[in-house]
């Protein structure tokens, strides 16, 4: 797989905030060390040579001009250091499994024909994958290296990341830092871009359940001809040329002596919908990032089941979409310092785009992937409300299919859309994602006296069980 891979959506470069960076140098921050800049120097030169002029005195010109050339040489160095530096990413697997260990490697080259004395190479990570204890990102080696290379030359730097939590990571880019010996001039500019590396949610199996024991007939009555369900006999009509043999009713054949035919309710499987709230406000920060894994776990549990049995599976949320975000905003590369340059770099965390996720519900490898790929890459919000949510994508959401509501909270206006699709129709399931049993009973109250199914889901191992309980009904 590559960075260009249609599910791993790439920078867009049209938009003027998200384009490739340029391959020229970036200016330096002028005389780095001292914090004096280009004008400075050159107004303490030129005052020396007005004082030596004015004073006769030789050896203040020659201070003069000894600080133009070693000004000037510097810069010039600098920026031929800067010019020379090149830097290259190696890719290794960008999707892989929870547990995993991708190696890193990025190749930094001189193609100058001048030694470049120092060069500091450091690989930038988000900062939200190195948070927590283990943090989603665990770094085995060094991320920053300094370097000296010779004309024609080239170095490694090398890390490895240990996967241990799902999500959407954006691995870089580098940042090529140099300058000249003195320290006066320092420059810095983008080395290797950055890749994406994805990382699927857990799966985890149903504990003491066949799914070679369930019913290959439908679960529900539709309107549409779709399947015949032997086991839902709706009438008997007279036999009709092109009617099958097995559906001859011959009890009526024979009272009758005309033949006639069995005519059956139409079904179909029922299959899931799932709905997860991402939503700040009803996932508070105390909880996390526990409950919020949890609830991707789950649901990537239960498509993982439900695909086996072959249902159809939806999905919808609130959250926001990783890679959407990165393929709309991009990442900038215009910096003057190094902080700036970092700062700038990392991953961007704000989306302020109101739209929720919706994958309808279909079948098949290719949609169940699609499915486990969106749940890896999904992100805690501040856009819409779990029941603004599904009062704005109801239209797109399959009529036959059970939603399944995976949340923690439900405000007023969560309940309500609930309780008002239960009322038209709808088949609902709740899944409160809560440890203590007096918060499950304040969300489940109003469900429950709805009589619409609710189940609790307290940590990791109870989750085969609610997955059980689930697809079981």
């Known amino acids: 797989m590559s960075v260009g891979d ?10 003027p905030s998200a384009g490739r960076p340029s391959e020229e140098p970036f200016a330096g921050a002028g005389a780095g060390g001292a914090g004096i800049g280009v004008l400075g120097w050159l107004a303490a030169a030129a005052a020396l040579i007005l004082l030596g002029m004015i004073a006769g005195a030789s050896l203040w010109l020659y201070a003069a001009y000894a600080a133009v050339a070693l000004f000037v040489g510097n810069r010039l160095l600098a920026r031929a ?28 080259e001189n193609r100058g024909r001048l030694p470049i004395a120092w060069l500091l190479v450091e690989d930038l990570l988000p900062r939200a994958a190195l948070l927590h204890d283990p943090p989603p990102l665990g770094v085995e080696g060094s991320r920053l290296q300094l370097m000296l290379l010779g004309p024609g030359r080239s170095r490694f730097l090398g890390y490895r990341l240990k996967c241990n939590r799902r999500g959407y990571y954006q ?13 006066l001039n320092r420059r810095y500019r983008v080395g290797a871009e950055p890749q994406y590396l994805l990382v699927m949610p857990r799966v985890i199996p149903l504990a ?3 799914v070679a024991s369930r019913r290959p007939i439908g679960e529900i009555r539709i309107s549409d001809q779709l399947m015949d369900d032997p086991t839902r006999l709706r009438g008997i009509r007279q036999w009709q040329p092109g009617d099958p043999l097995r559906q001859v009713h011959w009890a009526a054949t024979a009272r009758t002596g005309t033949l006639h035919s069995k005519v059956y309710e139409p079904t179909t499987v029922a299959g899931a919908t799932l709905v997860l709230d991402l939503h700040r406000d009803t996932n508070p920060q105390r909880h996390e990032p526990v409950r919020s894994e949890l609830a991707i776990t789950l649901a990537a549990s239960l498509a993982a089941a439900l695909y086996e049995m072959g249902q159809p599976i939806g999905l919808l949320t609130n959250g926001r979409d990783a890679a959407d975000r990165i393929k709309t905003e991009g990442w900038a590369a215009d910096f003057r310092t190094r902080s700036l340059a970092r700062s700038t770099l990392a991953m961007r965390d704000e989306d302020s785009r109101l739209r929720p996720v919706v994958i309808s519900a279909d079948r098949g490898p290719v949609h169940q992937r699609e499915i486990q790929r969106t749940l890896a890459r999904l992100e805690l919000t501040a856009a819409l409300p779990l029941g603004v949510t599904l009062l704005e994508a109801e239209s797109r959401l399959a009529r036959d299919t059970t939603l399944i509501v995976v949340l923690q909270q439900a405000e007023p206006s969560t309940t309500a859309a609930i309780l008002g699709m239960a009322r038209r129709g709808w088949s609902v399931a709740i899944i409160v994602n809560r440890y203590d049993v007096n918060d499950y009973a304040k969300v489940a109250g109003p469900f429950i006296a709805a009589n619409i199914p609710v189940m609790q889901l307290v940590d990791e191992q109870q989750l085969p069980e609610v997955c059980r309980r689930v697809v079981s009904r």
């Open 171 to 183: 691995i870089g880019p580098s940042v090529l830092e140099t300058g000249d010996l003195m320290g």
């Open 208 to 210: 003491g359940y066949d």
């Open 6 to 15: 249609p599910a791993l959506p790439a920078v867009d470069a049209s938009r």
């Open 81 to 108: 250091w800067s010019n020379q530096a090149v830097a290259r990413r190696r890719t290794g697997p960008l999707e892989v499994e929870v547990g995993a260990t991708v190696p890193i490697e990025i190749v930094v």
